[in-house]
């Protein structure tokens, strides 16, 4: 596969967001599918692997650790502190943000054990807590990167002036956030200044949270496990608008022989090439698909006309809920 930088850390082009695996996407999949999935992605030559303690809670860094703990060597694996996480009854819930650096430390030992591997090669702050300075927890990171247990600093949902006091403490390696045909943000506010202190970016949700794909046509489609079924961009109202991207997605798809799906993907990777998508999934089907956007060529002529194209359509339903929207950091 094709390799990009993230800061000092080499990867795949594409990697593979885990968090479906276990939470927020529907029924979760058992532990054995998410290991034979994980597998399955390993021989189709991918090597990034995007996880949290949040995801499960626990279990999607339990079910990494097992995968890939005779392959630790060949994958290189993110992941995320930031959460207070309560037990509740027989469950586990988010209760708030915390980074405090005694809770960073415990949070990053805690997923050390449950990965089965003395080092994270990039470890994230998940979301920015205003009630810790950022050069404290970028200080924190910067002593379990000397330690050897993590080699990486990335930052998710964040700010530029976090990013920039951040990096005067620590590098910071990676910017996770948000990025697709619907969501170009942080093209506009971020990759420059990502670029010119040698980081890169990690594009979570590259297919609109699935709606790219053109899976779903109305809120009913989606399980009522599911996230997406409170997002205000998967209102039947929002749905509705929205099919104009999809029907110039149709367009693009089979002018160039292509699905939607890769199309959306190879438009991502086309923007820069600090860009890393990590579009997620349950179906070893549907990641074969995605990885096909590796093999798609969009030239210059073709992505100014694509994006001549977005920048007259109209996207409805802001990305988040307000209590999610609430934890972005501004």
């Not at 029924?27 to 992605?41: C, P, R, Y």
């Not at 990034?48 to 097992?66: M, Q, R, S």
């Not at 050069?135 to 990167?145: K, N, S, T």
């Not at 090439?273 to 349950?282: F, H, L, M, Q, R």
Request: charged share 25%; hydrophobic share 40%.
């Amino acid at each position: 596969m094709q390799k990009r930088k993230l800061g000092q850390i080499q990867v795949g082009a594409m990697g593979l967001g885990c968090m479906g695996i276990s939470q927020f996407l529907g029924v979760a999949l058992s532990k054995d599918e998410g290991i034979n999935l994980l597998h399955e992605a390993f021989e189709l030559g991918i090597d990034f692997y995007d996880t949290a303690e949040v995801y499960g809670p626990f279990v999607n860094e339990e079910i990494l650790g097992e995968a890939f703990k005779n392959k630790r060597d060949k994958v290189k694996i993110a992941t995320k502190f930031g959460f207070n996480i309560q037990k509740v009854g027989n469950s586990y819930q988010m209760a708030g943000l915390n980074s405090d650096p005694k809770h960073i430390i415990s949070a990053v030992e805690g997923s050390l054990k449950r990965l089965k591997t003395d080092y994270i090669d990039i470890i994230y702050q998940h979301r920015v807590d205003p009630n810790v300075p950022i050069e404290d927890v970028a200080g924190v990171v910067g002593d379990l990167i000397k330690q050897g247990k993590a080699r990486a600093f990335g930052l998710s949902e964040a700010s530029i002036g976090t990013l920039k006091r951040a990096n005067a403490v620590t590098p910071v390696s990676a910017m996770q956030s948000e990025f697709s045909m619907w969501w170009q943000e942080p093209k506009e506010k971020m990759f420059d200044e990502l670029d010119k202190i040698g980081a890169g970016f990690v594009a979570f949700s590259p297919l609109g949270r699935g709606f790219l794909t053109g899976n779903f046509s109305k809120n009913a489609d989606l399980n009522e496990n599911d996230s997406r079924k409170h997002n205000p961009r998967f209102s039947d109202e929002a749905m509705s608008a929205n099919k104009a991207l999809l029907d110039f997605l149709d367009e693009i798809s089979t002018s160039k022989n292509a699905t939607k799906s890769q199309i959306a993907l190879a438009w991502t990777l086309a923007q820069s090439d600090i860009v890393v998508p990590i579009p997620g999934t349950k179906k070893l089907s549907r990641l074969k698909e995605n990885l096909g956007a590796l093999k798609i060529t969009l030239n210059k002529d073709e992505l100014q006309q694509i994006q001549d194209k977005l920048d007259r359509i109209q996207i409805i339903g802001h990305r988040y809920t307000a209590a999610q929207d609430s934890m972005v950091d501004r």
